[in-house]
């Protein structure tokens, strides 16, 4: 079915098919040529080989975890020993999936990917740093494993002291992984901030960048600034535990408390560098499946550095029951409640995109749908734990493990499916089974309901978190859970199917799959080396007035009407009327 | 069948189904009133964002490459709008939730003091005068502040049918206090006298979860600690029983208040082994759990961490207790609160006699 059809008298505009020695993939051959190249978008595809493997990592963990809490009495570990397991697995998963997973994934590794390409430059600023932070990501990871496979780690990823301080688990070498990727990210925004400082090609205004770009250069921002207080946060705790220098631990006059103000200090706009990405994707993704002008792009731009800087002032809401002051308190909720203003026109802002436009149901577009269910039901809830008094009896209940799975899970998770879905055919070159991918996102949208929902209501029922055991009147909602995580499991594998099988079966995407505007679909797919075969003309890039459907072609093209080209001749240098004097 | 019978009936079979747990002091009904109204203020924005979001897919699917109607960029009297509305609602719910926070945050005047201390995995109420009871005991419609602190790592005192919790950090005291308003209700003695037969059987230490009543046969409400500290966190739980009058509770504290005269100390260092926390990390049955099993422990030579070997004899046993970091077990960690200053020396005792009856040489030694 198609309505488009390309208006007589303009030209097409349409790169083609890249051959073997342009395209990024196959322009040079051999595993040196990857673990060496300092082509953005080979690290980006490198990085999101690893993303997806400690994603699986920790994915297997929290199915372990929801099978254990199917019965109250824990069913996967028993004995004296059981607990100790329980704790290393949510320390292991909740660490895995946020310092390995959510804080790199769409930044690292779709931005590397996207960022020089949608800018129209060749690539990112410092080329060599960012092959080194994904080979600190890597030893990051190794640190990770290297506590599993040692002593195991039982603090939950938070470290809280004084538990920190006195658990005899690998504390160290977590925390030195941690302050390992902690560069590794640093060095990441840096690199998005120069570059989409310096290299902007000429015509790319700040006002023609993608919203990706803008969401991107704000996260960056954070991550430049907050990271590095995590890092001294945790040589700190590493000194606190091996010298006792009596910072945390009260047994040496320290102060637990202060210990979390740094924490979320970091932690707190680290939520940020994991969601303001996403808005990013979404953004662009609605606009391009609804073909539409996205409504209102200043407000967006603006609202995400707002939310970047609004981010840093809001930490002490994880510390609502640590007995601040009173005043501390108080303050801290009236600053929690001005953010969620900037969050909730966004929604507002991709809806109305969607209104009148002309919106394809593509597996992108069914990912970014479903982002906005989730993803407004995980900012709703925060209103309950944003409010003093109910938070009094929600904070560290499932009720918070059901509002900040809703926020990363249903929010991040799913916009970085999302994105990869969008930019699948750019990167490869290969377009996946539609139906599939459809089919996936179905599945995980109502696993992850099934999942989360019912951790509301044993939330508000009084259920703690990080429990091994638990009371038997709460069982029924924990097997829902876990029936649900099960469901969830079971629709990201047929993801990850599509995708592959897309490698090997799928048919050669075109350069412009979608429809888009933006400087990413005027390349080929995969892009060339250098990403452009000519300096690309920038455009608006929320202009779809000449983005043409060609049904014989069966893609997307940028027509231009035809100008009148001067003849290719010079005319005689004789005026004809005075030729005719003569 | 009458028909309140019949609602009852119903009231019971949904009860595991309700939003909230059973609402026993004078914060819940404000706390619950207050979560209802964000939730209804949210179903209210929810709902239609999510019909015009579900609803503009479908309308506006189109073929492709077919042109979208409108081309809009932004209209700032409806950006004002969403903006503005939503707002007096933020500000309403953080008005409300600040005052309601400040009520549970500032004790009345007179509020009698408790004095509350948790310790990896356990707590101990204090209710004067050397009584110590891992049970809070209150008494109905009278305000209690709680003064508590924490021997090692930070905990979280939760009562939900309170919907209070506070944090309690160590290195400093955190208070907390609340009013309840349900008294707890005693079981019939036949039914007292039939689960403490079956404990004693079993030669377990008291199931609150089985029995759903405390040894005493209070009903009660569950007591949790929110904070993780450590392997048996989800086990440091313990309950709350409101007492309708001031005699029931004092009858009730006199009972524990020590060894009752014709008690054989052997008896009474079990029951202290149950109502001091040494159950959740010592078993009975020679399992290893977070410290050595009690079983057979009396006379034994145990290995300490520092390559020597001690036989556990009474000075020993007593020097675990007061000065437990002194000399660790081999294969255990240094995690046992001292219970310095908070057992009587008859209360040592009685442990030793106790401990002795578990082990052969101990019995042998009688
Ligand atoms: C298959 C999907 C997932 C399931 C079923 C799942 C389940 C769970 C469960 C049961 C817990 C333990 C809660 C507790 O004991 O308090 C937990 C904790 C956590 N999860 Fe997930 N999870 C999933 C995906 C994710 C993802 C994608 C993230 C990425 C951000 C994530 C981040 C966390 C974090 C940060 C914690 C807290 C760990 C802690 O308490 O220390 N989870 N999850
Ligand atoms: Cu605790």
Known sequence: ?582 | MKLTNAFSLVGDYAEPYAWFPESASTFSETNDWLYNWITYTCVVFFVPIMCALFYFAVKYRKPKGAKAESNVSHNTVLELTWSIVPSFFLVGMFVMGARAYLDMRDAPEGANEVNVQAFKWGWTIDYGSGVFHPELHLLLDEPVKLSMRSTDVIHSLYIPAFRAKKDIVPGRYNFMWFKPTVASEKVSDEELAAATKQTKERGESWSYDDHQFTPDGYRFFDLYCAEYCGTNHSEMQTVVVVHETLEDLNAWIKKYSARPTGVDPATYGATLYNNRGCAGCHSLDGSKRVGPSFQGLYGRPEEMVTGESIKADENYIRESILYPKEKVVAGYQPVMPSYKGQLSDDDIYSIVEYLKTLSTTGAATK
């Not at chain 1, 967006?300 to 994880?318: D, K, R």
């Not at chain 1, 709460?474 to 969830?488: E, R, V, W």
């Open chain 1, 1 to 582: 079915m198609s309505a488009g059809s390309i208006p007589k008298g303009s030209v097409v505009r349409d790169p083609g098919y890249p051959t073997a020695s342009e395209n990024y993939l196959t322009n040079s051959k051999g595993v040196l040529s990857w673990i060496f190249t300092l082509d953005h978008k080979r690290i980006g595809v490198m990085y999101l080989v690893g993303v997806t493997c400690a994603f699986a990592f920790a994915g297997l963990l929290a199915l372990l975890i929801r099978l254990h809490l199917f019965q109250p009495d824990g069913m996967i570990f028993k004995g004296a020993e059981a607990n100790n397991y329980y704790n290393q697995l949510f320390t292991l998963h909740g660490a895995v999936m946020v310092f390995l997973f959510i804080i790199p994934s769409i930044p690292a590794a779709l931005g590397n990917f996207l960022v020089p390409v949608m800018l129209g430059a060749k690539d990112v600023a410092f080329p060599r740093l960012n092959l080194c932070s994904f080979y600190l990501w890597c030893a990051g990871a190794m640190f990770f494993i290297g506590a599993l496979f040692s002593t195991g780690l039982d603090t939950g990823w938070t470290f809280y002291t004084p538990y920190s301080t006195t658990t005899d688990t690998s504390v160290i070498a977590a925390t030195m992984g941690a302050f390992i990727l902690g560069f590794s990210s640093i060095f990441t925004g840096l690199n998005f901030i120069v570059t989409i400082n310096t290299m902007r090609p000429p015509g790319m205004t700040w006002f023609r960048m993608p919203l990706f770009l803008w969401a991107t250069y704000s996260t960056s921002i954070i991550q430049v600034l907050a990271t590095p207080v995590l890092g001294i946060t945790l040589l700190l705790l590493i000194a606190e535990r091996t010298m006792h220098i009596g910072i945390f631990d009260p047994e040496f006059n320290g102060d637990p408390v202060t210990y979390q103000h740094f924490f979320w200090f970091y932690s707190h706009p680290a939520v940020y560098i994991m969601i303001l990405p996403a808005f990013g994707v979404i953004s662009d993704l609605i606009s391009v499946h609804s073909h539409k002008r996205i409504f209102g792009y200043r407000f967006i731009a603006y609202s995400s550095i707002a939310i970047a800087l609004l981010g840093f002032l809001v930490w002490g809401h994880h510390m609502f029951t640590a007995g601040m002051s009173p005043m501390t308190t108080i303050i801290f909720s009236a600053l929690t409640f001005t953010v969620s203003v900037p969050s909730a026109i966004k929604v507002f802002n991709w809806i109305a995109t969607m209104y009148k436009g002309s919106i394809s149901l593509t597996t992108p577009m069914c990912f970014a749908i479903a982002f906005i269910f989730l993803f407004t039901i995980g900012g709703l809830t925060g209103l309950h734990l944003g409010t003093l008094a109910t938070d009094m009896h929600l904070h560290d209940t499932y009720f918070v493990v059901a509002h900040f799975h809703y926020v990363m899970v249903g929010g991040t998770l799913i916009a970085f499916l999302g994105g990869v879905f969008h930019w699948w055919p750019k990167m490869f070159g290969k377009l996946y089974s539609e139906f599939g991918g459809r089919l996936s996102a179905a599945i995980i949208f109502v696993g992850f309901n099934l999942t989360f929902l019912p951790q509301f209501v044993l939330g508000s029922r009084g259920m703690p978190r990080r429990y091994a055991t638990y009371d038997p009147e709460f069982a029924y909602l924990h097997q829902m859970s876990t029936i649900g995580a099960l469901l969830l499991g079971v629709g990201l594998l047929v993801a990850l199917v599509v995708l592959l099988t897309s490698l090997v079966k799928g048919k050669k995407a075109p350069a412009n799959p979608w429809g888009g505007a933006t400087l990413e679909w005027h390349c080929t797919s995969p892009p060339p080396f250098y990403n452009f075969e000519h300096a690309p003309v920038v455009g608006d890039p929320y202009d779809f007035s000449n983005v043409e459907w060609d049904g014989a072609n069966e893609r997307y093209v940028s027509t231009e009407p035809e100008r009148k080209i001067a003849p290719s001749e010079i005319p005689d240098a004789v005026p004809a009327h005075a030729k005719d004097g003569h």
